[in-house]
């Protein structure tokens, strides 16, 4: 069982920057994939980004460029670093974990049925 909570998230104008963070318990974390996806309010919960155990990053159209994601096993955490945001990217972001193996640039990882935890979310605003 792994449990993940997010923190990071707030309010912020156009062209600033975040960074989420998502912590996880147990001892596995190193061997999971990790995952960011969102859902801005009325649409449906999408893809952010993905980083495989090994290092492997994904990421949305969307965010190319502007994101990136990260994890440190030691501390069992994933990072998200959101720069240049805009108000588009407002949403409630969300952390994921799968100990699913595909290969490393399976689009399988950018599909939330692919993921077996969630955290709770943290909500992100950004003001135009």
């Known amino acids: 069982q792994v449990q993940l909570v997010e923190s990071g998230g707030g309010l912020v104008q156009a062209g600033g920057s975040l960074r989420l963070s998502c912590a996880a318990s147990?001892?596995?974390?190193?061997?999971?994939?990790m995952g960011w996806f969102r859902q801005a309010p009325g649409k449906e919960r999408d893809f952010v980004a993905a980083?495989?155990?090994?290092?492997?990053?994904t990421y949305a159209d969307s965010v190319k460029g502007r994101f990136t994601i990260s994890r440190d096993n030691a501390k069992n955490t994933v990072y998200l670093q959101m720069n240049n945001l805009k108000p588009e990217d407002t949403a409630v972001y969300y952390c994921?974990?799968?100990?699913?193996?595909?290969?490393?640039?399976?689009?399988?990882?950018?599909?939330?049925?692919?993921?077996?935890?969630w955290g709770q979310g943290t909500q992100v605003t950004v003001s135009s």
């Open positions: 147990g001892r596995t974390f190193s061997g999971y994939v």
């Open positions: 994921a974990a799968t100990g699913r193996v595909y290969w490393s640039g399976s689009p399988a990882y950018t599909q939330q049925d692919t993921y077996d935890y």
């Open positions: 980083v495989t155990s090994g290092g492997r990053t």
